[in-house]
Every structure is written in C-alpha cells, then in structure tokens.
C-alpha cells in the first residue's frame, strides 16, 4: 500500500561527517562524533539521515572523489565505526542513506592507475578513451570558470580521457558489463551493512554514453531500472534518491513510466521557483512550477530542498528571473558562482528570521519528503572569504565554546565561523536548545508538524485560488483528512477570505496556534496572515 512506503514521510537530515562533530579532536568530523550527536537528531525529530561521502578519497572534492568504494576514510573512523554508528541509528529508529558516486572515481583510484597504465589492461574499457582530442574537449563543463575541459590529455597513456567534472574525477564506462556489475556489488555491500537507500549522485551523466565530437549522448534509462531491480531484490524498501536537474518534461523518464525508476528525485526546478517568489513575491511562476512537476503515479516522490552542499542553482530560470534573485539574495560578485548559481547559506542570504521560517513553512508543506541542510535548523551563517562552494561547508555549531564545540583541534580542515552576528558564539545549539523562541526549536516543532500531516506525502493536492499573487494557497486531501495551508511572501500582512462551501467544512482548526476559523453567517472563513506569514488549518 502506498502508505507503508516509510520515505514519502519521512524528514531528511543532510551532513558531511567532515563537518558535523569530531570525536578524537584531530580537526575532522567522523563517526565518534556522528554517534555522540544521534540523540540530537532523534529529538528534532528527524527519521533519516543522508551522508556526504566519507570513504576513502584524496579529497580534492569534498570527498566526492572515490579512490576506494569498500570502506571508510581514516580521517572519518573505520569500518567498525561505521557499524558501530549503524547499530546506534538503528535503535534510534533513524535510517541512514549514501551517497552512490559512480559517475566518476579519483585518478588516484586503482582502477584508473590500471586503466591509464597499458592500452591493453583489463580495466582500460572501464573508463571513456579517445586516441585524438575530440573537438568538444572545451564543452559541456559542469564547473564553467573553474573546470577548464571535459577531455584531458592522460601522458602516461597519450590518450584522453572524459570527465563531466574535474580532470582529476575521470567518468566510469556504465556501458561496460563490467562496471555496472561492480557497482551492484558496491550497491550490496552497503545495503548489507544495514543503509536503507542511495543518494545517486549526478544520475544523467551516469546514464549517458558519451563520444567524442560533440555529438548528443545516448541516455541508457534502462540501466536506471536495472540499479532498481538490484535494489528491491536486496532489500524491499530500500530507495533511489537521485540528483538531476533536469526539466520537468524529461522527469518521468527518471521515474520510470511504470514507477520502475529511482523512488525520490530532489525537485531543482520548484526549488528555483520558490527562491524566485521569495525574492519578487510572485507565486504564478511557483505555481506553473508546481503543476508542471506535477506525479501521476503513486509510487514515486518529489525530494523538496532549500540549500545544499553545492550552490543554489538558478539554471533554470530566465536570465531576467536569474537576475531579479541575484539582485535580492546575491548582489555582489563574490556571493555568485558558475554565472549561475548562489554561495550563500539560507539565514544571511534572506536575512529575516521571518523569511526564513516562511521559506521552510513553504518546503515543508510541498508535495513530497524534505530535505533539511546540516546547520540551517539554527539559522547558521556561511564564510564568503572561502573558495568556491566551501563557503556553505563550515563546522556545525554547537556551543559558544572553543572551535564552536565542533572539536578541542587548534587547526580544523574547514575554520568555524567566528566574526560577525553568524559568529558561534551568537549562533550555536546549546543556546538555542535552552531558548523556547529559538530557530532550533521553531524547526523542531515544524518537523513534528510535517511528520503529524500524512496527507502531504500521500494525498491529492491543488492549488486554492486567493485572488492574489503573493499568496500560495494549497490544499490536501488524503482518506478522510485535508489540509489548508496559506503562505504570504510579502513584507505586508494580508487578509483574506475563504468559503466554508469551498472548504468544505464549518471549522478550520489552526495546528500551529491555539485557534480555529468558524465560518461567519456569510459563509465565510477569513484567514489573516501576517507579513511573510504561514498558516496551516485541518478541516475541523
């Protein structure tokens, strides 16, 4: 049944062990630390935690370059750490899933010191060869401004080879036999250690047969179905949460059209929409977003975000759309990266408490499961004097201690945030725990909102009509549940009216505030909503 699929309720919890805690004190997170903060987590009520990478790299990506798939990096712990840690989640109720990076491997990889060494070696077919420099060398870079090429000459082997990312990740060969197998048994290896899904990390160009000279890649969705088939027989309720950015008419294609696809697939395009209407308080374009991401099928879930580990992406939007948020979120040079996307952390770059409670109320009432960023749950500032995208990578803070209570290390790999209002000593857990108005615990009452209202993973939704376009209506009915939910994105408050005929019932009752909304003798509700405000009402 549709409501035994434990992910369409879930709440997500993102991290990188690199940054969250650290249990030895050497400077870097890992899974001592991870363990020591489980409770934390159960008490926010978060149900499922998805991991950064943390095995083995030379960690010239924030892990994300792979030199071995079977095991844990030293920095982090060992494999028995990791156990150790599964066991703990485990008991907490908490699932864990991670990330699947098999786009690419390190250059440091075995694999690709064999592919590189000899023509002939077993492993050369592994990866993407061309014996001449393809044309397209200088296209389709994933990073423009920082990545230089997708094709770079190896001067062990005097070929080049392909990588959608940086030269020093070069792309696997899925249409090998061979390399999807491996994949499975890394799949399996995992899923024997207790995980309960995958990240699947940059899905498109896994999918995609690349060849020199710019010719359009053949995409293989069927290889997408295979990974799912592998899953379910592994494990029943094991789940596919897959990154593509990807335009809303291409989606179904990564579900499957008989829902034989990835389970969860992050929604870039709502999420662009919604920074939009934070940025202009115009709805329509949400809206249309929204009706466009539309699921027919049951089975499959939109993943709902508002930052990341990398950069807000605004890819999708018109560069007039692109321009009106950089003007409001990003106006100077160094706040922007890859002429396309924000550096920032949600609390500095929308600035109000306000907008920032309105923009989780609106992802948290969005149909599908919500992804909450490490850190975003206190509000926590970003470091634009770092390079590239490690300005939204600094340590958890979690008291006004040395180091933010993240480690007793002098030297941390990434330094804590310790000047200005975002400063640990203003920012921090252990405040806010102890702070009933804080953002901590706004974000925890909001998670156990989200978690008492099934109806948003499982139910029918439309849009209420309110005659006004900063104002997202939307309304949920789910068995013999539904919920009204009202959010106003501008700095002004607002009344407005609703019908009891259109509701469908007399009483509104408030689940935020200790209130309800009888209709009046006009049949009517009127709903007030103050400036960036939120309201969510179940028929009475």
């Known amino acids: 049944m549709m409501d035994d699929l434990w992910y369409k309720n879930s709440v997500i919890y993102s991290l990188d062990l690199e940054t969250f805690m650290d249990g030895n004190n050497d400077g870097t997170g890992d899974f001592a630390g991870l363990c020591d903060r489980l409770d934390y987590l159960h008490a926010m009520g978060v149900d499922t935690v998805w991991l950064a990478p943390f095995q083995p790299t030379p960690n010239k990506d924030n892990g994300?370059?792979?030199?071995?798939?079977?095991?844990?990096?030293?920095?982090?712990?060992?494999?028995?750490?990791?156990?150790?840690?599964?066991?703990?989640?485990?008991?907490?109720?908490?699932?864990?899933?991670?990330?699947?990076?098999?786009?690419?491997?390190?250059?440091?990889?075995?694999?690709?010191?064999?592919?590189?060494?000899?023509?002939?070696?077993?492993?050369?077919?592994?990866?993407?060869?061309?014996?001449?420099?393809?044309?397209?060398?200088?296209?389709?870079?994933?990073?423009?401004?920082?990545?230089?090429?997708?094709?770079?000459?190896?001067?062990?082997?005097?070929?080049?080879?392909?990588?959608?990312?940086?030269?020093?990740?070069?792309?696997?060969?899925?249409?090998?036999?061979?390399?999807?197998e491996e994949i499975t048994r890394i799949m399996g290896y995992w899923l024997q250690l207790g995980v309960a899904g995958f990240r699947v990390d940059a899905v498109p160009f896994i999918l995609e047969s690349p060849a020199p000279g710019g010719k359009k890649p053949k995409m293989n969705f069927d290889y997408l179905k295979e990974m799912r088939r592998f899953l379910q027989w592994r494990k029943g309720d094991a789940v596919l949460l897959g990154e593509a950015n990807v335009l809303p008419k291409d989606s179904m294609k990564y579900f499957g059209e008989n829902s034989d696809g990835i389970h969860l697939m992050f929604n870039f395009f709502v999420n662009q929409y919604l920074f939009y209407a934070l940025a202009t308080c115009k709805t329509t374009p949400l809206i249309k977003a929204l009706e466009q991401t539309r699921l027919t099928s049951s089975t499959p879930q939109w993943a709902h975000f508002l930052r990341n580990h990398d950069e807000l992406d605004l890819g999708r939007l018109s560069e007039k759309e692109r321009n009106e948020v950089f003007q409001r979120f990003a106006p100077e040079e160094d706040m922007q990266l890859?002429?396309?996307?924000?550096?920032?952390?949600?609390?500095?770059?929308?600035?109000?408490?306000?907008?920032?409670?309105?923009?989780?109320?609106?992802?948290?009432?969005?149909?599908?499961?919500?992804?909450?960023?490490?850190?975003?749950?206190?509000?926590?500032?970003?470091?634009?004097?770092?390079?590239?995208?490690?300005?939204?990578?600094?340590?958890?803070?979690?008291?006004?201690?040395?180091?933010?209570?993240?480690?007793?290390?002098?030297?941390?790999?990434?330094?804590?945030?310790?000047?200005?209002?975002?400063?640990?000593?203003?920012?921090?857990?252990?405040?806010?725990?102890?702070?009933?108005?804080?953002?901590?615990?706004?974000?925890?009452?909001?998670?156990?909102?989200?978690?008492?209202?099934?109806?948003?993973?499982?139910?029918?939704?439309?849009?209420?009509?309110?005659?006004?376009?900063?104002?997202?209506?939307?309304?949920?009915?789910?068995?013999?549940?539904?919920?009204?939910?009202?959010?106003?994105?501008?700095?002004?408050?607002?009344?407005?009216?609703?019908?009891?005929?259109?509701?469908?019932?007399?009483?509104l009752v408030d689940l935020m505030d200790n209130i309800e909304s009888i209709e009046d003798e006009k049949g009517r509700h009127t709903i007030t909503l103050e400036a960036y405000g939120y309201r969510w009402f179940r028929a009475g």
């Open 64 to 180: 994300y370059d792979i030199q071995d798939y079977y095991g844990v990096d030293p920095r982090h712990g060992s494999s028995g750490d990791f156990v150790d840690f599964m066991h703990r989640a485990d008991k907490l109720g908490i699932k864990v899933i991670i990330d699947l990076v098999v786009n690419h491997t390190s250059d440091k990889h075995p694999w690709f010191v064999m592919a590189r060494s000899s023509k002939d070696n077993p492993k050369r077919d592994w990866y993407v060869w061309s014996d001449k420099k393809p044309s397209d060398w200088d296209e389709g870079m994933v990073f423009p401004g920082v990545q230089k090429s997708t094709w770079t000459l190896d001067k062990e082997s005097r070929t080049y080879y392909f990588h959608r990312f940086h030269e020093f990740e070069p792309d696997l060969n899925t249409d090998n036999p061979a390399v999807r």
């Open 338 to 507: 890859y002429f396309r996307g924000i550096r920032r952390r949600l609390g500095p770059m929308l600035g109000s408490r306000q907008q920032n409670e309105l923009a989780y109320s609106v992802m948290f009432s969005l149909p599908g499961t919500p992804v909450l960023r490490y850190g975003d749950e206190i509000g926590m500032g970003d470091n634009l004097a770092l390079d590239d995208r490690n300005s939204v990578r600094t340590p958890m803070q979690w008291s006004a201690e040395y180091q933010a209570g993240f480690s007793k290390a002098d030297k941390l790999l990434h330094p804590v945030i310790d000047d200005g209002y975002y400063s640990y000593v203003h920012i921090n857990v252990e405040a806010q725990r102890r702070d009933a108005g804080s953002m901590l615990n706004w974000m925890t009452s909001m998670i156990r909102l989200r978690r008492e209202c099934p109806e948003i993973g499982n139910g029918e939704w439309q849009i209420i009509e309110t005659g006004y376009d900063h104002i997202l209506g939307m309304y949920y009915k789910w068995k013999n549940r539904r919920l009204f939910i009202w959010h106003n994105f501008s700095e002004k408050p607002q009344e407005l009216v609703f019908m009891a005929k259109e509701a469908g019932t007399r009483r």
